[in-house]
């Protein structure tokens, strides 16, 4: 029976495989590398790029010679659907099949940012530039309300060139996940924040922090300047500083929200243990003064 539909069809697969011969050159030539001496590209496949839209990307990257030819082999191979969001290590050498498993499989390589304790968001902006994740002003030009206080510190890890909203995302929800179920408990949360970023830069001993945290709300409570070295305008103006001077950690956050009063009234840090040094008269703040800073 196939002996005769191969007879009965001879002239038509004659014709089809005159036609595959001929398009041979063709199919080698646009699924063959871009630049048999090329160069490695980073190419980025953002989230929400349709699949037109990546292989006009491709093509504009010299990584591809021609878009619809790619597109053709993504549906034959069936990777179209499974490509992944991300950035590549690719080069120009590579063929077509195989950069359309390369961004099938996924990308491989990601950057490692440690956010510290007390850093503000310049410094952690600083960082996300040194590493190719964002451009300067990403963050700290970035119009509307200050991420200053909301970038927790953490390690994370980014892709090169990544979208400026989903670094963000990745920072907001680390906070809301780690920070939040603490400062839920805060008669004010942003106060708490603010109160917890000057602790973060202040004091260096969590065991300190929830007297000094005792200290700054009762100075506040009376009206008195409170006059921290970590945020000079406290000399100047009464109350708090209007925003976060830092982005503080969870034991920061936790003395913020937790105050402790041990009936002190002042304090200062010790230069040689960076130990706190309470007071609770003005008179023997002075006595700690000529003490431990000699003046």
Do not use: C
């Not at 069809?9 to 398009?23: C, G, M, Q, S, W």
């Not at 359309?100 to 304790?117: C, F, H, Q, T, Y």
């Not at 400062?183 to 109160?195: F, M, P, R």
Request: no cysteine; aromatic share 12%; charged share 25%.
């Amino acid at each position: 029976m196939i002996k005769d539909w191969v007879y009965s069809n001879k002239k038509y697969l004659l014709a089809a495989a005159a036609v595959f011969i001929l398009l041979m050159p063709f199919l080698a030539f646009f699924l063959g590398p871009a630049d048999a001496k090329g160069k490695s590209v980073d190419f980025a496949v953002r989230k929400g790029d349709g699949i037109f839209t990546i292989a006009r990307n491709l093509r504009e990257a010299g990584l591809i010679r021609s878009p619809a030819v790619f597109l053709a082999h993504g549906v034959f191979a069936g990777a179209l659907h499974r490509l992944k969001a991300g950035n590549y290590k690719l080069s120009q050498q590579m063929s077509l099949p195989a950069i359309s498993r390369a961004l099938v499989a996924g990308p491989i390589e990601d950057m490692v940012i440690l956010a510290k304790e007390g850093e503000t968001m310049a410094e952690i902006e600083k960082k996300l530039v040194a590493a190719g994740v964002l451009k300067a002003g990403q963050l700290t030009k970035r119009p509307g309300k200050s991420l200053e206080g909301f970038l927790f510190p953490d390690t994370y890890r980014f892709f090169r060139n990544s979208d400026e909203e989903e670094v963000i995302g990745r920072f907001l929800n680390n906070f809301y996940e780690k920070a939040m179920p603490v400062l839920k408990d805060a008669q004010n949360v942003y106060e708490a924040l603010i109160v917890a970023s000057i602790i973060e830069k202040e004091v260096p001993f969590p065991e300190d922090r929830y007297l000094v945290a005792g200290v700054l709300y009762k100075r506040l409570k009376i009206g008195m300047g409170l006059q921290v070295d970590a945020a000079p305008e406290t000399y100047k103006v009464a109350g708090l500083p209007k925003a976060p001077i830092s982005n503080p950690g969870i034991t920061a956050i936790q003395a913020a929200v937790y105050p402790k009063d041990g009936g002190y009234l002042y304090y200062l840090s010790d230069p040689a243990t960076k130990k706190t040094i309470f007071a609770k008269t003005f008179e023997e703040h002075k006595e700690n003064k000529w003490k431990y800073l000699k003046k």
